[in-house]
């Protein structure tokens, strides 16, 4: 992971999100609700992130503790299972807990610690800090001067998903990729042989035909025979005399569709090939890694 060049926040919208290696749960949302006087009330989230390492992002204000507790105890959790804390600025709301976790490394902005032991690294200096291969922290703007944010890398939810309960689940979830993929397929061909129809046959327009002027297709056999091909003898375009240039858009849009259609089915086709090997022999590697 590299440090954002710049950072937007934006609510997440459900309060767990399910990954591998991590699952991120909010245990508690924040807010801040400006007051008439002027004055405002805020509070911030506190979140948690369980997978190889159990790291707590924010622990809330002192009149959290108990929430903060339960929320734990809820996910099997008890205060010594947590390996590090992050605080992601110096405020009450963010640090009021850090008491309930003496044993793990801490992070209260650009200050990294364990126990008495304050350890080196270029948070200060902008560099992020690399908790593992699928955690962060960064620095990054805030309100405070020494602001910190933590970024989790959660790649590829659905499969991910289904590697939670273990190889079975696995090839289930590859059992379902070759549905998707097939439901893909149909969908495709369908289109393919829609777009080479519409290729084929030519546009709907106004031409004259034994002297009447007539709404219809003027390249199909209906009306000329099957001799000459729109597609190989332009001259053969002059006979659509309304829409203007309704021959062209029609040979550019079944072409792009002819494409997509074909990409979509070769793309489908390999992931249908794909899901019937991972049903058949499994994706799960490096068993050891889990715990
Ligand atoms: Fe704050």
């Not at 072409?255 to 259609?261: E, F, M, R, Y």
Request: aromatic share 8%.
């Amino acid at each position: 992971m590299s440090v954002p060049l710049s950072v937007r926040t934006e609510p997440l919208g459900r309060s767990v999100i399910r990954g591998d290696p991590y699952t991120v749960w909010v245990l508690k949302e924040g807010y801040c609700v400006s007051e008439a006087d002027g004055s405002c009330r805020a509070d911030g989230s506190i979140t948690l992130l369980t997978g190889p390492l159990v790291i707590v992002v924010d622990t809330g204000g002192p009149w959290d503790r108990q929430l903060l507790l339960d929320r734990l105890a809820e996910r099997g959790l008890q205060t010594g299972d947590v390996s590090h804390v992050i605080c992601t600025h110096g405020h009450s709301d963010h640090v009021g807990n850090l008491n309930l976790f003496p044993g793990a490394t801490l992070a209260v902005g650009c200050d990294v610690s364990q126990g008495d032991h304050y350890l080196s690294h270029g948070l200060g200096e902008g560099q992020p800090l690399a908790l593992d291969p699928h955690v962060e922290v960064v620095p990054t703007p805030g309100h405070a001067g020494r602001d910190t944010s933590v970024l989790v890398l959660i790649p590829a939810i659905h499969i991910h998903a289904t590697g939670r309960a273990g190889c079975c689940a696995n090839r289930c979830g590859m059992f379902l990729s070759i549905a998707f993929a097939a439901v893909g397929f149909a969908g495709a061909l369908y289109s393919l042989a829609v777009a080479l129809l519409g290729l084929v046959n030519g546009p709907t327009c106004l031409f004259s035909y034994e002297g009447k002027p007539i709404w219809g297709a003027p390249f199909s056999e209906k009306y000329y025979g099957s001799n000459e091909s729109y597609l190989v003898d332009r001259d053969l375009w002059k006979r659509c005399e309304e829409p203007k240039h309704v021959v062209e858009f029609n040979m550019v849009l079944f072409s792009i569709l002819t494409v997509a259609s074909a990409i979509e089915l070769l793309l489908c086709g390999f992931q249908a090939v794909n899901g019937l090997f991972g049903c058949l022999c499994g994706t799960c590697g490096g068993k050891g890694q889990r715990a």
